[in-house]
């Protein structure tokens, strides 16, 4: 049975006429603009034409310059810098911004990952434990820190510099009704989203932040903030890889980053883009997202991150070639466990009553930890509400959320401290850990203050322009790369036709997973398409049942088939 969906038309006016006369586009390319909020003549310019220059002055950051010039004293010095990273795409990236380039100044400098197993998320008391075995005089912690107060306060006591980078929300406490930062104990900390930060843009992830403080570093040590320019291609992989919204600076950072990423000369990334069969020059956004990012973050789910970390940093195309194959082998292992981890989460729904919750947590014992996050990404598709999956840990039941529009993760999780051992995370995303007795009250308490309406769970499909298959041409689907990256904030283009005839329905593929077919407009014009959108044979049936009048979201492409381009119509949702 296919799920209910609400379909709406974007409403937003604007000239989009004069618009695409002013910047020479169509007017469709113009409302799909307006529609992502790009309103002024500053806004569209640098939405068309931005440039690394447009970008704020990283010594806005608060603290920027303190934890730099800490640091420049520690590579002067000859001090032991321990920098603690995380296990994700962010982290690791962030780990080897920060590594390499404190490494170039000579700084004497070490790189440790928490595993994901053993020590969970973030710094705790034995990676700083461990720092000071190892005679480290400075931890400096970056894609994490902002939420490990009690670790950092035994960095402190026993007499570590501490410097904090991380864009993580602050933890709060509500003192009179009013919101209070909780910050750990630091010499400097390094995060946007500091109330008193007057860095502009607030949505940068964590390698981004570690890239920012080195330009800073490199400013002040006179090896001059370009030298940093290197690691750009590091920081845009990492934000598409830990999904931050591509408008404003992460836009410009990212086509930027895609640019010297397609003529990178890093040993590692070069054999990871070939160990995947991609073509180095044509790597874009969703190669990132969907592709070369899963490798890295298959190492820290079933192995350890530091292979990644060590992908990135070699200088050897032997080895670069070999721990490429293993971040590949390790991802293909990771789908079949997630596709396992889904059929039991499903099953788990139907068969325990929770399909009526409006916040599913989903408790499975078995399921490998490091996958629960993508686990609950894919449920929430489904069933179109927050989703909590959670397993048997080391010390109790750890987990992982993903959300929908209207429910901030973090901020309800904040609200259930008292059942929690440690979480944190964004409004759309968050990890937690909880001993076994509390995994019903928190789904209960979860599901008694959820304010979420029956229209709230209703997938919302926006579309952007409802644009007859006629007015598609080869040079207007050309033109819609000025939009690209495609990406949380910027997604793809949404169109909409109605109306329409299906002829010559078969499914396709290796798998046998998608639908091809003729569509036919009012004008008896034929077009073909193509639909990935959920199980091939139920879809099959449905437009069989519904072949004379259909409706359609979309998203045209060029197809080139034996030499010869034609226009394609990518089926995503029909009714």
């Known amino acids: 049975m296919r799920q209910a969906e609400n379909w709406t038309v974007w409403a937003k006016k604007a000239d989009f006429q004069e618009i695409g006369k002013k910047y020479g586009i169509d007017q469709v390319t113009a409302r799909i603009m307006r529609n992502r909020d790009i309103i002024t003549d500053e806004e569209i310019n640098s939405y068309l034409n931005g440039t690394m220059d447009m970008l704020p002055s990283p010594y806005l950051l608060k603290d920027v310059k303190k934890a730099a010039g800490i640091h420049a004293e520690k590579i002067k010095s000859g001090k032991k810098i321990c920098i603690i990273g995380d296990y994700d795409i962010d982290g690791v990236q962030s780990s080897y911004i920060l590594w390499e380039g404190i490494e170039n100044l000579g700084g004497k400098v070490y790189v440790t990952i928490p595993d994901r197993i053993k020590d969970g998320y973030g710094v705790n008391e034995q990676l700083v434990e461990a720092a000071i075995e190892e005679r480290a005089d400075t931890i400096l912690t970056c894609d994490n820190g902002i939420a490990a107060a009690d670790a950092l306060k035994r960095a402190k006591e026993n007499g570590l510099t501490v410097i904090v980078t991380d864009h993580h929300e602050i933890p709060f406490c509500e003192e009179n009704g009013e919101r209070k930062e909780i910050l750990p104990d630091a010499d400097a900390i390094v995060n946007p989203k500091q109330k008193d930060c007057a860095y502009p843009f607030k949505e940068i992830c964590g390698a981004v932040v570690a890239w920012h403080l080195i330009r800073v570093l490199y400013d002040m040590t006179g090896k001059g903030m370009k030298q940093a320019d290197v690691f750009i291609e590091n920081a845009a992989f990492a934000t598409i890889g830990d999904v931050m919204e591509l408008q404003h600076e992460n836009r410009i950072l990212v086509k930027e980053g895609l640019k010297r990423l397609n003529q990178t000369k890093s040993i590692g990334m070069r054999s990871l883009i070939a160990s995947n069969k991609l073509d180095l020059g044509g790597i874009k956004a969703y190669h990132i997202g969907f592709v070369l990012g899963p490798c890295l973050n298959a190492s820290g789910r079933l192995d350890t991150a530091k292979k990644a970390l060590l992908l990135l940093k070699t200088k050897d195309e032997v080895d ?7 971040l590949v082998e390790l991802n293909t292992s990771r789908k079949a466990l997630t596709e396992k981890g889904i059929e039991d989460a499903m099953q788990c729904i139907e068969t325990q009553g929770l399909s009526e919750d409006r916040v599913l947590v989903i408790y499975l014992p ?29 010390e109790g039941v750890k987990g992982s959320g993903r959300s929908i529009e209207g429910y901030s993760m973090y901020e309800e999780l904040c609200k259930c401290q008292d059942l929690l051992d440690k979480f944190g995370g964004h409004p759309m995303a968050a990890g937690c850990s909880m001993q076994r007795e509390n995994v019903d009250i928190f789904r209960k308490r979860l599901n008694d203050r959820c304010t979420l309406t029956k229209k709230d769970l209703q997938p919302k499909i926006r579309i952007d322009v409802p644009m007859t298959l006629e007015y598609l041409t080869e040079e207007l689907i050309h033109e819609f790369s000025v939009l690209e990256p495609f990406g949380k904030g910027n997604e793809k283009p949404v169109f909409a036709d109605k109306e329409l005839r299906v002829r010559d329905i078969r499914i396709v593929g290796t798998n046998r997973k998608f639908v091809r077919m003729k569509l036919v407009d009012k004008k008896n014009r034929s077009y073909p398409a193509i639909c990935f959108d959920g199980d091939a044979y139920e879809n099959q049936k449905y437009l069989e049942e519904h072949k004379e009048n259909l409706s359609i979201v979309y998203y045209p492409q060029i197809n080139t088939f034996f030499g010869e381009a034609q226009i394609e119509v990518l089926i995503t949702h029909f009714r």
């Open 366 to 394: 078995d399921c490998h930890e490091s996958i629960a996050g993508i686990i609950a990404g894919r449920v929430r598709e489904r069933y179109h509400r927050p989703v909590y999956v959670l397993t048997n840990a080391k």
């Open 320 to 326: 670069a070639g070999k721990l490429a194959e293993e």
